[in-house]
């Protein structure tokens, strides 16, 4: 039951959050004096009382074995909240109030199910948890929950259960993290390519089950593009999704699952789509004067099929700060806007697609700034969480949030949500900085990522509470999807009400009582 995630922080304090000089020097420039978010001590927290009794902990027990159920404090401490700056402001107050009462670590689909029924039985909620990454409430239950709540870890159902290299598939089980698919794909000459900034923590399961968009989404697509089948441990037992790559057979039930975050099943299999591993891997950036400017060029190059495997392109801001640079923060970023470039697989198709691509960069009025800027792109593409934690240490609290839109509605979109998030934080006595990238794009839209920095106050999780349902009302005037790649949990629930519309509403509900008769899983997420 090791979890190598830090109980209050991002990843793995071996990693190193020291900020870059640079970086420091921009804090007292723009912040002036600031309120440092202390850390509770581990040994110092403590969780309330375990609920469940000894009868159901024996049941338990007798199922998964003693080992596999644990109601230590650390252990119920770990297992507890997401990721996201709310999430970690509150653990580092020691509020540990939604820790689940025990963990369980099922080793097989059929534990799953098994734990499930009892969970139903005894109206105990239940937490699928896999890298622990959400960003959006989605692992503090809300509901059920008088008679205990349990979080199911899914570490141990870490196998590559098959490999169909004709058909040019892979079987995973829910449990692998990022990095070891990718290790275990890399002995059969594969790769999934799904990079994620949540990447070396984040889950088979958790991409599936909240429809996450990686970094390389441009070349690769989006996870759920790449599920090709499923198996879901349900209150109805087991659900089998996916005989065929495409059908007719009416809805595609998958999607009903991708995206649904455990509360109509708990997703144990994963059947993706790889491709063969690259190559060659090559990165470099371009400056444009303007982000509109940035902007026509990526629509024009996905509008004409010319997508390199990655595609990013930072604001004025965001390029000001050098923020795709982690290590390089505050750091001069020069003027107009960056953008990031990427090229993977053979060594012919790599040459071939630079070429093509940068003969139209060029055409746009793009700058070629070469290779050097592009590989730390690409070798710091996971610090910014990491980033974060030492802002926060200091008294800057960092958050993000994203939506995507149409080609057309894109500017709209970029200055209703950036006034909402400046005149907001203004009013709280903050000093804003908002910075944004568009870094997933298709043929009729892309995304927009937006980073904040402000300095906290006293209740610094208040001030971005308000900042983002300010967001969130821009981002539904505008028309605009309430998140396009964070998933739905609690935070976006009202929002996503509004999104769906009241039809909606009354189908997801009944799924729900269709799938999750008792209301067990993952209770509050998803369903508003």
Known sequence: ?????????WGDLSHGD???????????????DLRPVRSARLTDVQPRPVLLDDAVLDELRSLLGADNVSVDHEVRIRHTRGKSTPDLLAMRAGDVAAAPDAVLSPGTHEEVVALIEIAGHHRIAVVPYGGGTSVVGGLTPDGVGENGVVAIDLSRLDALVEVDVESSTATVEAGVLGPRAEELLAEHGLTLGHFPQSFEYASIGGFAATRSSGQSSSGYGRFDSMVVGLKVATARGTWDLGTAPAGAAGPDLRQLVLGSEGAF??????????????EVKA???????SFAQGRDALRNLVQDDLNPTVLRLSDEAETTLNLADPDSVGAAGGGGVLMVCGYEGTAGRVHRMRDEVSARLVSLD??????????RWAAGRFGAPYLRDALMDRGVIVETLETATFWSDIEALYDAVKVALEETLRGTGATPIVLCHISHVYRTGASLYFTVAFDGNEQPAEQWQRAKAAASEAIRRCGATITHHHAVGRDHLHWYAQEIGPIGVRALRAVKAAMDPDGVLNPGVLIP
């Open 1 to 9: 039951m090791s979890n190598d995630m830090h109980w209050s922080r």
């Open 18 to 32: 020291d900020l870059p000089e640079s970086a420091i020097g921009l804090l007292e420039l723009a912040f002036g």
């Open 265 to 278: 099943g708990v997703i144990t299999q994963v059947r993706v789509a790889v491709r063969r591993a690259p």
């Open 283 to 289: 990165y470099e950036t371009w400056r444009f004067p």
């Open 366 to 375: 793009g700058v070629s700034q070469g290779d050097e800027a592009g590989r």
